[in-house]
């Protein structure tokens, strides 16, 4: 049930016995939020040497390996780096 007394919303609970509420004074905060920041992504692109060229004229392709993975170097799925997948081969 709620009373307003002096413009004070107050509140009283009853069931045996009615307890007395004030809002005027709330209780103060057990806890608080706190960085909030968002997390760095731990994934992040570890690449390879280029592979030598295949050949000495006429346009080859070297390649290197890219890979997607924490500091463990385990690789896992390109969606867990930022950006999109890389292009393979170098022209």
């Given at each position: ?89 170098k022209?």
């Amino acid at each position: 049930m709620f009373t307003s007394i002096n413009g004070q919303m107050k509140e009283y609970k009853c069931g045996y016995t009615c307890i007395f509420i004030s809002t005027a004074h709330p209780a103060p905060n057990a806890w608080r939020s706190c960085n909030e920041q968002p997390c760095p992504n731990p994934y992040k692109w570890f690449v390879g040497p280029w592979s030598e060229c295949p050949v000495t004229c006429g346009g080859g392709i070297m390649t290197r390996n890219v890979t997607c993975a924490k500091e463990d170097l385990i690789p896992t799925s390109y969606e867990m780096c930022d950006g999109k997948p890389p292009r393979f081969g170098k022209l």
